[in-house]
């Protein structure tokens, strides 16, 4: 089965910077990546589908982009309402592996 | 508007069985797939299993293979996840999600909590 490693696993940057968090494939998923947004206590919201495409309602300062292995997800200008988990996920074929998650937070 | 609400869940001892249910509504059930992914109190996510609109296909994590049972009722617009021989790493919250064909999920449940315990 193919493996998702996201890194890092947690990260503390301040309002305005620009995070990035990588998911990275065991074996090629051309574009079949999605990322997920968790935020404390509540449930998995889709934010990006297809490695970059933005899901109705996320902000613009969210994108994504890779191909084949090597996936990014940014946050250009990070805010106080972005704090939460990030998954990557894989949907190319079963089984649909997520990545560990990235936990950030705010300074 | 989507809903997705399961039921079923519980504390229930090793090596026996628990079913989960999942009751859709505000969509045409039968045009999606549906899985079952889960997370432990704390950690990440687990994908469990996948059914086919039609429950052609169906797939299963490794850790739940040959022990869960995936299906659905389309009719009742109902998800099941009949689990069997639980083990205590089997605890988690349980989420009902929908997806296009077998893809990304766009729509979750709330969840229901599964303990595994003596």
């Known amino acids: 089965d193919i493996q998702m490693t996201q890194s890092p696993s947690s990260l503390s940057a301040s309002v305005g910077d620009r995070v990035t968090i990588t998911c990275r494939a065991s074996r090629g998923i051309n574009i079949f990546l999605a990322w997920y947004q968790q935020k404390p206590g509540k449930v998995p919201k889709i934010i990006i589908s297809e490695a970059s495409t933005l899901h109705s309602g996320v902000p613009s300062r969210f994108s994504g982009s890779g191909s084949g292995t090597d996936f990014t997800l940014t946050i250009s200008s990070l805010q106080p309402e972005d704090a939460g988990t990030y998954f990557c996920?894989?949907?190319?074929?079963?089984?649909?592996?997520f990545g560990g998650g990235t936990k950030v937070e705010i300074k | 508007e989507v809903q997705l609400l399961e039921s079923g869940g519980g504390l229930v001892q090793p090596g026996k069985s628990l079913r989960l249910s999942c009751v859709a509504s505000?969509?045409?059930?039968?045009?999606?797939?549906m899985h079952w992914i889960r997370q432990a109190p704390g950690k990440g996510l687990e994908w469990v299993s996948g059914i086919s609109w039609n429950s052609r296909d169906i797939d299963y994590g490794k850790s739940v293979r040959g022990r869960f049972v995936i299906s659905r009722d389309n009719a009742k617009n109902s998800l099941f996840l009949q689990m069997n021989s639980l083990r205590v790493e089997d605890t988690a919250f349980y989420f009902c999600?929908?997806?296009?064909?077998?893809?990304?999920?766009?729509?979750w449940g709330q969840g229901v909590l599964v303990t595994v315990s003596s």
């Open positions: 996920q894989k949907y190319n074929t079963a089984p649909l592996t």
């Open positions: 505000g969509f045409n059930f039968d045009d999606y797939a």
């Open positions: 999600t929908r997806s296009a064909a077998f893809y990304f999920s766009d729509y």
